[in-house]
T-cell receptor
Framework: DAMVIQNPRYQVTQFGKPVTLSCSQT?????MYWYQQKSSQAPKLLFH???????NEADTPDNFQSRRPNTSFCFLDIRSPGLGDAAMYLC????????????FGPGTRLLVL | GENVEQHPSTLSVQEGDSAVIKCTYS??????FPWYKQELGKRPQLIID?????GEKKDQRIAVTLNKTAKHFSLHITETQPEDSAVYFC?????????????FGRGTQLTVWP
């Protein structure tokens, strides 16, 4: 009965080698979010989609891109991973209204060698 | 934008004692305040939330209080158990956005000693 699914759970990549993380949801929520979480820190919002409308946070590096081909799926592309991009990447979904809960996926832990 | 501050950053209590974590927010327009529990290596999970039309909400051993005037809200855990050990994050929503953006506090590492 998983509602937000992320694959893979662990990803190892080499410095500069592109990597794609995936997220899918069964909640039919309009909004999908990508967060980066480093050790002992709060989740940091990278960007989010409302349906197909993409919203980038001002401080998200250009190295991070996202795609949402349909309501259920959303992808995070890291074009040239650096050592500083090693982190847990969390996907979350939510309904449109600003008062509603966000549901997080289990995360993908990215290691950059 | 909203600024959420959370204290303390670490909290150690004996099993059976109570634990209190406090957060303040800056945007008086915020009206939704969730609390997430994150165990090591796992996803943040919602444990309780409160909306600005109420001052207190309780769910078994967990309660949240909200003071809109002072712009602060607190998480109270009573009769703590070792399995309560985790990082707890508070958050406040952004009323300026219709997309449910949340601003998170920095987190509190709670350790419950048996």
């Amino acid at each position: 009965d998983a509602m937000v699914i992320q694959n893979p759970r662990y990803q190892v990549t080499q410095f500069g080698k592109p990597v794609t993380l995936s997220c899918s949801q069964t909640l039919n929520h309009n909004v999908m979010y990508w967060y980066q979480q480093k050790s002992s820190q709060a989740p940091k919002l990278l960007f989010h989609y409302y349906d197909k409308d993409f919203n980038n946070e001002a401080d998200t590096p250009d190295n991070f891109q996202s795609r949402r081909p349909n309501t259920s799926f959303c992808f995070l592309d890291i074009r040239s991973p650096g050592l500083g991009d090693a982190a847990m990447y969390l996907c979350a979904t939510g309904p449109r209204l600003s008062q509603e809960t966000q549901y997080f996926g289990p995360g993908t832990r990215l290691l950059v060698l | 934008g909203e600024n959420v501050e959370q204290h303390p950053s670490t909290l150690s209590v004996q099993e059976g004692d109570s634990a209190v974590i406090k957060c303040t927010y800056s945007d008086s327009a915020s009206n939704y305040f969730p609390w997430y529990k994150q165990e090591l290596g796992k996803r943040p999970q919602l444990i309780i939330d409160i909306r600005s039309n109420v001052g207190e909400k309780k769910d078994q051993r967990i309660a949240v209080t909200l003071n809109k005037t002072a712009k602060h809200f607190s998480l109270h855990i009573t009769e703590t158990q070792p399995e309560d050990s985790a990082v707890y994050f508070c958050a406040a929503n952004d009323r300026g956005s219709t997309l449910g953006r949340l601003y998170f506090g920095r987190g509190t590492q709670l350790t419950v000693w048996p």
